[in-house]
Each structure stands twice: as C-alpha cells, then as structure tokens.
C-alpha cells in the first residue's frame, strides 16, 4: 500500500519539483504544466519549443541526412550485389551450357571412336578369317590331292592284290588252278 499514492502527494510532489505551493500546484483544478498563468510555465513551453527546434534542426541538418546517406549507401551495396550476383548467375549459366555442350561433344566422339574401332576390328578380322579360309583352303585342296593320288595309287595297287587273293581263294576252294586272264577281266570290270 505504499506505493500507492494518492492524488494530493503526487500534487505536492509536482508542486515541489516546479518550485510551488502545494496550494498553487492545483490552481483552478489543472495541471502546473497547463496553467498557463504561472510565469514558469510560459518559461517551460520556451525552453521546450527551443529544445525542440535545436533538436530538429539537429537532426535534419546532420543526424538524419547521415542516416540517408547509410541508408542509400545499404541500398546501392544492395543493388551492387543483385547485380553481381545476376551476373555471376548468367555466368554459371553459361558454363553450364558450355559443359553440357563440352559433354554431348565428347559422348559423340567417343561413340564414334567406338564404332571405327569397332569396325576396325571387324575389318581385320574378316581380313583374318578371309586369310585363314584361303589357307585352309590351300590345305584342303593338298590334303583332297593327296588322298586322290593315294586312291589312284591304292585302286592301281588293287587290281593285282585282288588277282592274287581270287586266285589263292579258287585254289583252295576248287582245288584247280584258275585262269589269270578271266580273273583280270573280271576284276577289270568291277573296277571300271
């Protein structure tokens, strides 16, 4: 409850901070700012609308234009930054492209040294199997001589053997001797 004050010690405590009477402090009912009668008070409107004035003129001529001028230096830093980052954005655009053109170029080139090595290697190895069929080939064709000549030499080798075995083979079956120029003949005839 001490805090609490009442009407009358606040009115002894404005009297006694603006030198008057408690009795003068309520004249009329008002206020000591607003009686207008007390010289003090003219004195204090004065002061205040010198103080106000000084305070204005200080801030409009020197404190405020200082705040303007941190204001538009913020918003050309700004400005300047936008701008820098604009350009930075245009120019990481711009490598980008030139990337993706740089890899695009380079999945070309390389499918394309694929595929010339790729026929190449085909190339080559139809140059390989045509080589290797053409000797084969040769070979086959030695080897097919070789076998003829052999036949020709086993089917001219034949006829005599043959002679020889039916004649051994009459001999025992029969037990006569057969005639050699009838065996030849016939022999000659199964062989053509």
């Not at 490598?95 to 170029?105: F, G, M």
């Not at 080589?131 to 076998?147: F, P, S, Y």
């Not at 006829?159 to 029969?174: C, G, W, Y």
């Amino acid at each position: 409850m001490r805090l609490m004050m009442t009407r009358r010690s606040i009115r002894v405590i404005l009297g006694a901070v603006l030198g008057l009477t408690p009795s003068a402090a309520m004249a009329g009912g008002k206020m000591p700012q607003m009686d207008f009668s007390n010289p003090l008070t003219g004195e204090q409107v004065v002061w205040m609308a010198i103080i106000m004035i000084g305070l204005y003129f200080i801030l409009s001529r020197w404190a405020l234009p200082q705040i303007g001028q941190v204001i538009e230096n913020r918003q050309n830093r700004i400005l300047s930054d936008l701008d820098t980052a604009r350009a930075a954005k245009a120019r990481a655009e711009h490598a980008v492209a030139e990337l993706n053109l740089a890899i695009r170029n380079a999945r070309e080139a390389s499918q394309s040294a694929i595929a010339e090595a790729v026929n190449a290697a085909k190339a080559k190895a139809r140059e390989q199997s045509a080589a290797l069929t053409a000797e084969l080939d040769a070979q086959i064709a030695r080897a097919e001589a070789e076998i003829d000549i052999s036949r020709q030499q086993a089917v001219a080798a034949l006829p005599p053997v043959a002679e020889e075995v039916t004649a051994s083979l009459l001999q025992r079956l029969t037990g006569t001797s057969a005639d050699r120029a009838r065996i030849e003949r016939t022999i000659a005839a199964i062989l053509a």
